[in-house]
């Protein structure tokens, strides 16, 4: 694993954070998979979107995989402080194919823990959005 010195940050996504990669879909799927791994993340579910939307509609689409990835500590503290977060568990990470190139891009936890206003899920979220940053970042 390492990092594509020709990868760039995806401007003004304020939701999350991302980069545009000149590696292939599946490699960045696999590097993400591992990526996660070495950031204490477990993969919880995997949608692969493009397989999902020819099976229910019947229409092609890109390669686009969401992987719901949760960290089992963070999560159970955050559960503590705020039993309903669960309806934002798990994050998203996203790997999917644009214009020729790989996209790799992840939520911003403390975006999305925002809409609870408890400020005790405050520190967890910096944690989690620290971690997949550096998933990302990895990739």
């Given at each position: 694993?390492?990092?594509?010195?020709n990868?760039?940050?995806?401007p003004?996504?304020?939701y999350?954070?991302?980069?545009?990669?000149?590696i292939?879909?599946?490699q960045a799927?696999?590097?993400?998979?591992?990526a996660?791994?070495t950031?204490?993340?477990g993969?919880?579910?995997?949608?692969?979107?493009?397989?999902?939307?020819?099976?229910?509609?019947?229409?092609?689409?890109?390669n686009?995989?969401i992987l719901?990835?949760?960290?089992?500590?963070i999560?159970?503290?955050?559960?503590?402080?705020?039993i309903?977060?669960g309806?934002?568990?798990?994050?998203?990470?996203?790997v999917?194919?644009d214009?020729?190139?790989?996209?790799?891009?992840?939520?911003?936890?403390?975006?999305?823990?925002?809409?609870?206003?408890?400020?005790?899920?405050?520190?967890?979220?910096g944690?989690?959005?620290?971690?997949?940053?550096?998933?990302?970042?990895?990739?």
């Amino acid at each position: 694993m390492g990092n594509d010195a020709n990868a760039m940050v995806i401007p003004g996504m304020s939701y999350g954070y991302g980069r545009v990669l000149a590696i292939p879909f599946l490699q960045a799927l696999e590097r993400t998979r591992d990526a996660l791994k070495t950031e204490g993340f477990g993969v919880l579910c995997e949608i692969d979107i493009k397989e999902k939307l020819r099976e229910k509609l019947g229409v092609e689409f890109r390669n686009y995989v969401i992987l719901g990835a949760c960290n089992p500590p963070i999560a159970y503290q955050t559960l503590q402080a705020e039993i309903n977060v669960g309806l934002l568990l798990p994050c998203n990470v996203v790997v999917y194919e644009d214009k020729g190139h790989t996209v790799v891009a992840a939520i911003d936890a403390g975006k999305l823990v925002s809409v609870t206003g408890n400020p005790d899920l405050t520190a967890a979220a910096g944690q989690v959005t620290e971690k997949l940053r550096r998933v990302i970042d990895r990739v």
